[in-house]
């Protein structure tokens, strides 16, 4: 009796063993790659690394190894994702409340509505691009800032949604009905309830479509162009990070392929400040949130 | 019956999907006085309560029949303006649930949403509603701090200071005092007989010597029927059905 208890002991406690060993390892291996992956980049990057870097556009044979900067793909990148991100916001904090507050969290158009985002997160970018080049087309657009700001809108938009959504579901029913009580109209609860509750999430919403608008290549490839000028108005094209180590990786100079990776150190970098002062804002708006 | 009844509960039933849960209520809710609804859990006290300020409105699948009619007005009719109907009505909820935002603004959302904007008069409405709830002295120096960082028998009492703030006509309580600890409780209910000369107070409680402090007015519901209600000594004293009778001996809870 005793001996089958202690196997059985002994049994748990590999069995506890294994699966803190796979953890471990599992987080390592996550951990390493992050590492890895920025070091890479760092390292690569040093020799192409200058102030003129950051604050030229490309000169004549830039693309040979020749002086210039990729400012013009800097300002891109940040004008297209603002802008991208500006105009999903303005779409999905009031379809998110649609779901949430004029609709019931449980009713068949907002279940439907939640399947066809997911769908729609999940459409590759290039298939965005590709829906982008055919309305530009149609609508006898150029390529364009503006072009390139509504389809990475588009890209952006569901991202966003799902994730404030995601949020606005875990705030408790008694919370807007302590408002309703109050004598508050939805409207009225929504905004000044729902949305402070959330802004947290709201803010990680925002973040996390921005992260993955700035950092696409595929759905700007044909929509916003490529210039190596800084874009002036919104029917100008716009060159954008991704596009520029694109291109720099494809040439046959290892100092433009240095560039690249340069070019790449830039983008992360433009992500981390953006997550940086996300974390900073989200402390501020987490203040009053009731748990 | 004497005095007026600011509400009158007829014929109401309430269904949620297939299950009925009030079976054709009938009661008058005289004013100025406690009225206390007990009964065991699951007998339809808080459902009884939330058709009062049409919060049965936002719980889904829930169908209305019959009338409460406040201030002569049937709060069911299609025509009658929600958000006024729930005006006239404070709630303190069994968890107190505080507004994400800081100890002021709490008091002053309710009457900043029904128009009240000059800075001035809402300082004073906010003072003199903590005052009214026992909270003022605790919180005067931190108006400004998150509500959620107060204790939970401080929460409450803010709740009641933000419901009393829109000045309503009519308190309502879903077993006020069920997350608060005992010495919460007391100032709660010490607040809510104080509240009785203004208003008129309607309170849920499955804590029969809560009922014994507090209540008037006491009624007794059932498996979703009204089985008595009348003054409170009276029923205390001599309980007319034999079903009030058990409940109260406590052979059935």
């Given at each position: 009796m005793n001996g089958r208890a202690d196997a059985r002991l002994g049994r748990r406690k590999r069995t506890e063993l294994f699966f803190r060993t796979l953890a471990a390892v599992s987080a390592a291996i996550v951990l390493l790659s992050l590492l890895l992956i920025l070091g890479t980049i760092l390292w690569k990057s040093v020799p192409a690394l200058s102030l003129s870097m950051l604050t030229q556009t490309p000169r004549g044979g830039f693309y040979l190894g020749k002086e210039g900067g990729i400012l013009n793909a800097i300002v891109g990148s940040l004008d297209l994702a603002l802008g991208a991100t500006a105009l999903a916001f303005l779409l999905s904090l009031p379809l998110a409340l649609y779901l949430n507050v004029y609709k019931g969290r449980a009713s068949k158009t907002a279940v439907w509505t939640r399947f066809f985002l997911d769908v729609l997160w999940g459409v590759p970018s290039i298939v965005y691009g590709a829906f982008g080049f055919v309305v530009m087309l149609a609508l006898g657009l150029r390529a364009s800032l503006l072009a390139g700001i509504l389809t990475v809108a588009l890209l952006e938009l569901p991202i966003m949604t799902r994730a404030i959504d995601e949020v606005m579901r875990l705030v408790p029913r008694e919370l807007t009905d302590a408002s309703a009580s109050l004598g508050a109209t939805r409207f009225e609860t929504a905004l000044k309830v729902l949305v402070r509750q959330s802004a947290p999430g709201i803010l990680t919403g925002v973040l996390l479509a921005f992260g993955r608008g700035i950092g696409d290549a595929a759905s700007v490839l044909f929509t916003a162009g490529f210039t190596d000028r800084i874009p002036g108005s919104l029917a100008d094209p716009a060159a954008t990070l991704p596009l520029a180590i694109f291109f720099q990786l494809g040439t046959p100079f290892p100092e433009v392929q240095q560039r690249a990776y340069a070019s790449a150190a830039v983008l992360t970098l433009i992500i981390l400040l953006i997550s940086l002062a996300g974390r900073a804002m989200s402390r501020k708006v987490t203040r009053h949130v009731v748990k | 019956m004497n005095g007026e009844t600011p509400i009158s509960i007829r014929n109401l039933s309430v269904h949620y999907g297939d299950l009925r849960v009030l079976k054709d209520v009938n009661l008058d809710i005289p004013a100025r006085k406690i009225t206390v609804v007990i009964g065991p859990s699951g007998c339809g006290k808080t459902t009884l309560l939330k058709s009062l300020n049409r919060m049965l409105d936002t719980a889904e699948g829930a169908r209305v029949q019959g009338q409460v009619v406040l201030d002569g007005e049937n709060i069911y009719d299609p025509r009658t303006e929600v958000t006024r109907i729930r005006r006239k009505m404070g709630l303190l909820s069994q968890k107190p649930q505080v507004l994400p935002m800081s100890i002021y603004e709490n008091v002053a959302y309710g009457p900043r949403i029904h128009g009240l904007r000059a800075k001035a008069e809402l300082d004073g409405r906010v003072e003199h509603y903590l005052r009214v709830a026992g909270l003022w002295e605790e919180v005067k120096d931190r108006l400004?701090?998150?509500?959620?960082?107060?204790s939970v028998g401080q929460q409450q009492r803010l709740c009641l200071a933000r419901g009393l703030a829109v000045e309503p006509e009519i308190i309502l309580g879903d077993e006020p005092t069920s997350a608060l600890d005992p010495q919460s409780s007391q100032n709660v209910e010490r607040r809510l007989t104080e509240l009785k000369r203004d208003y008129t107070v309607v309170v849920v409680t499955h804590i029969l010597r809560q009922a014994r402090r507090i209540a008037d007015h006491l009624a007794f519901l059932y498996l979703g029927e009204l089985v008595e209600h009348g003054p409170a000594a009276e029923v205390f004293a001599a309980p007319k059905d034999p079903r009030t009778k058990a409940y109260l001996t406590g052979e059935i809870s």
């Amino acid at each position: 009796m005793n001996g089958r208890a202690d196997a059985r002991l002994g049994r748990r406690k590999r069995t506890e063993l294994f699966f803190r060993t796979l953890a471990a390892v599992s987080a390592a291996i996550v951990l390493l790659s992050l590492l890895l992956i920025l070091g890479t980049i760092l390292w690569k990057s040093v020799p192409a690394l200058s102030l003129s870097m950051l604050t030229q556009t490309p000169r004549g044979g830039f693309y040979l190894g020749k002086e210039g900067g990729i400012l013009n793909a800097i300002v891109g990148s940040l004008d297209l994702a603002l802008g991208a991100t500006a105009l999903a916001f303005l779409l999905s904090l009031p379809l998110a409340l649609y779901l949430n507050v004029y609709k019931g969290r449980a009713s068949k158009t907002a279940v439907w509505t939640r399947f066809f985002l997911d769908v729609l997160w999940g459409v590759p970018s290039i298939v965005y691009g590709a829906f982008g080049f055919v309305v530009m087309l149609a609508l006898g657009l150029r390529a364009s800032l503006l072009a390139g700001i509504l389809t990475v809108a588009l890209l952006e938009l569901p991202i966003m949604t799902r994730a404030i959504d995601e949020v606005m579901r875990l705030v408790p029913r008694e919370l807007t009905d302590a408002s309703a009580s109050l004598g508050a109209t939805r409207f009225e609860t929504a905004l000044k309830v729902l949305v402070r509750q959330s802004a947290p999430g709201i803010l990680t919403g925002v973040l996390l479509a921005f992260g993955r608008g700035i950092g696409d290549a595929a759905s700007v490839l044909f929509t916003a162009g490529f210039t190596d000028r800084i874009p002036g108005s919104l029917a100008d094209p716009a060159a954008t990070l991704p596009l520029a180590i694109f291109f720099q990786l494809g040439t046959p100079f290892p100092e433009v392929q240095q560039r690249a990776y340069a070019s790449a150190a830039v983008l992360t970098l433009i992500i981390l400040l953006i997550s940086l002062a996300g974390r900073a804002m989200s402390r501020k708006v987490t203040r009053h949130v009731v748990k | 019956m004497n005095g007026e009844t600011p509400i009158s509960i007829r014929n109401l039933s309430v269904h949620y999907g297939d299950l009925r849960v009030l079976k054709d209520v009938n009661l008058d809710i005289p004013a100025r006085k406690i009225t206390v609804v007990i009964g065991p859990s699951g007998c339809g006290k808080t459902t009884l309560l939330k058709s009062l300020n049409r919060m049965l409105d936002t719980a889904e699948g829930a169908r209305v029949q019959g009338q409460v009619v406040l201030d002569g007005e049937n709060i069911y009719d299609p025509r009658t303006e929600v958000t006024r109907i729930r005006r006239k009505m404070g709630l303190l909820s069994q968890k107190p649930q505080v507004l994400p935002m800081s100890i002021y603004e709490n008091v002053a959302y309710g009457p900043r949403i029904h128009g009240l904007r000059a800075k001035a008069e809402l300082d004073g409405r906010v003072e003199h509603y903590l005052r009214v709830a026992g909270l003022w002295e605790e919180v005067k120096d931190r108006l400004r701090d998150p509500a959620s960082m107060l204790s939970v028998g401080q929460q409450q009492r803010l709740c009641l200071a933000r419901g009393l703030a829109v000045e309503p006509e009519i308190i309502l309580g879903d077993e006020p005092t069920s997350a608060l600890d005992p010495q919460s409780s007391q100032n709660v209910e010490r607040r809510l007989t104080e509240l009785k000369r203004d208003y008129t107070v309607v309170v849920v409680t499955h804590i029969l010597r809560q009922a014994r402090r507090i209540a008037d007015h006491l009624a007794f519901l059932y498996l979703g029927e009204l089985v008595e209600h009348g003054p409170a000594a009276e029923v205390f004293a001599a309980p007319k059905d034999p079903r009030t009778k058990a409940y109260l001996t406590g052979e059935i809870s």
